[in-house]
């Protein structure tokens, strides 16, 4: 197998797809002739033409509707967002339109659309540009929401939300673009809607995704170095939420701590802790915790951004405090 | 133009000012609920664009959709159902007044957002555009729509990708309780065609004639790959916005000038003073329409609520 980067593995999937269905193709800002602000789909202009790799005008709103639009006829649009903060200005294409056309229609339409978009803070690019919304969109019922955090399931996962006929907002978070790991030659889809186990132990529980997921990993490799074995649930999907192996594992460690780089308030973790207590409470020994993103926006200046965000030493601590 | 199309033009403008003259009572008597936009007025419009598209040319409008729906061929009591919420609605009751659509003949809804839907519109022609062929999308929308960000990213993405869009602005000299010059820099709405490198015309939108007409050609043009084109059609809502419009911002005076070029009253004169039909003729049209909207209201006020499931169903296609 080889070691790729997520870039790579989401570059792959873009171009397979590309080969397997004409009706599939890409559009949005510099995805073309620049090929693409974190170099996704870099080529891909030369190689598919501008007729299937569409350089938009600065226009999030169309270019949000207009796939919709072009969706709802039978197109398969792999719309990106430059990044996630200006999905914001896009935000009713996304969750009016996309999320709620099927429904509000009695099920006349299908909508088999990505919106595919870098997110995350930690570059140092200001409060305005530093966004973790997914729980935002993950609120919505109509919209499915995946965030991969390994370059095999960024892979696997983007390739089912090309498939699948209903609207996906696939968030790539831009701080792991570079990280490698293992990918099969061959062609693989994954199921969206999956939480995965990503890593087994017995002492206590890691929930995170994305970014969240690997500061969880490098916390429960230096928590093994201690004895303390923690086993990591990747989310992996945001809606629909697989709660099924979340709780599993609870249900042997008995204790948890969710890791999210958004804000803890109204959080993803505020709602796996909320069902956890809902469907698991006679299993709970200790409070579950919560490591999340500071209650502040994002100020430029490095020390004073990384002060704000996750890092393995805050979940460390986080699952010091309830063993 | 022959007699045939010239009545089924007069039956379509009848049927949809007495449907929405019943929903107006429908709605006093709390039978329906909700926003209810009437389209009376403008049937010309719906009427004359949509006789001169192709089946296989794309509709979609805004939340003011009672009128394209009928035009289009949605059956009434389909229709009527929606309205009352009913499973038989063309939405299975998950839409209402303002969300119609029937995919089956390329109706895609009855839009409520202000705007949004020109954005879908960009959408259905570039899927039209993308795949090669000269079929059209036609995109309705209000005065107060054109100041609105989706409008002016929708016309120059139209603009710049060549899309087969054909913009048609029903200008009814409001939005809501607001004129035109009070929202719009410019007052001759067909002027922001411009900025997005479309020619723009006005048309008479009480004359069905006219629309009709300016359709085709616009039609015409987009079909040859001259790009989207825009028209605005001039006319007027004779009731208020919604339901419940205290109507303070226009005078009785206003709305009775506007009533002497009705729509409906243009195409009458011109089939009896050209012999087209007799008098006793168009009665007898307005008599199947009043036969059809009482089965259309007995079938919906007939029909079943939509199924408790129904809550969950439609929402993803697979879950
Ligand atoms: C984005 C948005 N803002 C406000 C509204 C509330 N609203 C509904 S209709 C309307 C007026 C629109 O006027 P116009 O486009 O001229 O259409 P008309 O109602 O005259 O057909 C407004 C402000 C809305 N539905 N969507
Ligand atoms: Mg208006």
């Known amino acids: 197998m080889a070691r790729i980067t997520m870039r790579q593995a989401i570059t792959d999937a873009l171009r397979e797809e590309m080969h397997r269905d004409e009706n599939v193709f890409i559009m949005g800002e510099e995805v073309g002739v620049w090929g693409g602000t974190y170099a996704v789909t870099r080529g891909f202009y030369d190689e598919f033409g501008p007729r299937r790799v569409r350089d938009t005008p600065i226009s999030e709103m169309v270019i949000g509707g207009a796939a919709v639009g072009a969706a709802m006829n039978g197109l398969r649009p792999v719309a990106e967002f430059m990044t996630i903060n200006f999905a914001f200005v896009a935000f009713d294409a996304i969750i009016n339109h996309a999320a709620k056309l099927r429904y509000m229609f009695g099920g006349q339409m299908k909508i088999p659309l990505v919106f595919r978009s870098p997110g995350g803070g930690g570059r140092q690019l200001g409060a305005t540009h530093s966004h973790t919304p997914d729980v935002i969109f993950a609120h919505f019922p109509g919209l499915k929401v995946v965030s991969p955090a390994t370059p095999y399931d960024a892979k696997g996962l983007l390739k089912a939300a090309i498939r699948t006929d209903d609207p996906v907002l696939f968030i790539e978070h831009a701080t792991l673009y570079q990280i490698r790991g293992e990918v099969p030659e061959g062609e693989y889809v994954l199921p969206i809607g999956k939480s995965d186990v990503k890593r087994e132990g017995s002492d206590v529980t890691i929930v995170g995704y994305a970014q969240g997921l690997q500061v969880a990993m490098e916390a429960a490799d230096e928590l093994a170095k201690e004895g303390i074995e923690a086993e990591v649930v990747d989310l992996r999907t945001l809606r629909p939420l697989d709660m099924g192996p979340v709780i599993a594992s609870f249900q042997k460690t008995f204790r948890a701590v969710v890791v999210e780089e958004g804000h803890r308030s109204y959080g993803i973790g505020a709602e796996v802790v909320a069902r956890l207590q809902e469907e698991a409470f006679d299993y709970i020994d200790a409070p579950i915790k919560r490591v999340a993103q500071l209650e502040a926006p994002l100020p430029y200046s490095r020390e004073l951004e990384q002060s704000a965000l996750i890092n393995k030493q805050r979940v460390i601590a986080a699952v010091k405090e309830i063993l | ?319």
């Open chain 2, 1 to 319: 133009m022959d007699k045939a199309m010239l009545l089924e033009w007069y039956r379509q403008m009848v049927l949809i000012r007495r449907f929405e003259q019943k929903s107006a009572e429908l709605y006093q008597l709390g039978k329906i609920g909700g926003f209810l936009h009437l389209y009376v007025g403008q049937e010309a419009i719906a009427v004359g664009t949509i006789a001169a598209r192709r089946p296989t040319d794309h509709i979609i409008t805004a939340y003011r959709d009672h009128g394209h729906a009928l035009a289009v061929g949605i059956e009434t009591k389909a229709v009527m159902a929606e309205m009352l919420g009913k499973a038989t609605g063309i939405s299975k009751g998950k839409g209402g007044s303002m969300h119609m659509a029937d995919v089956t003949r390329n109706f895609w809804g009855g839009h409520a957002v202000v705007g949004a839907h020109l954005s879908l519109a960009a959408g259905l022609g570039l899927s039209e555009s993308y795949r090669e062929t000269d079929n059209a999308a036609l995109c309705y929308f209000g005065d107060g729509a054109t100041n609105i960000g989706y409008f002016h990213e929708s016309l120059n993405l139209a603009g710049v990708w060549k899309l087969p869009v054909l913009w048609i602005c029903e200008n009814n000299q409001y939005g809501m309780g607001t004129a035109v010059s009070r929202a719009s820099a410019v007052s001759a709405i067909m002027q922001k065609a411009s900025a997005y490198g479309m020619e723009g015309k006005q048309v008479d939108g009480m004359n069905v004639f006219e629309v009709y007409k300016a359709t085709q050609e616009a039609l015409q043009a987009i079909r040859e790959g001259k790009g989207p084109q825009f028209l605005e059609m001039l006319t007027y809502r004779y009731e208020g916005h919604s339901m419940g419009d205290p109507l303070r911002y226009r005078t009785k005076d206003e709305v009775e000038k506007w009533r002497e070029d009705d729509a409906i009253g243009i195409l009458e004169r011109h089939i009896l003073e050209n012999d087209v039909a007799t008098k006793e003729e168009l009665d007898g049209i307005d008599h199947t329409v009043e036969a059809e909207l009482t089965e259309a209201v007995q079938f919906a006020e007939e029909s079943p609520l939509p199924a408790p499931e129904e809550l969950f169903t439609d929402i993803y296609v697979e879950d």
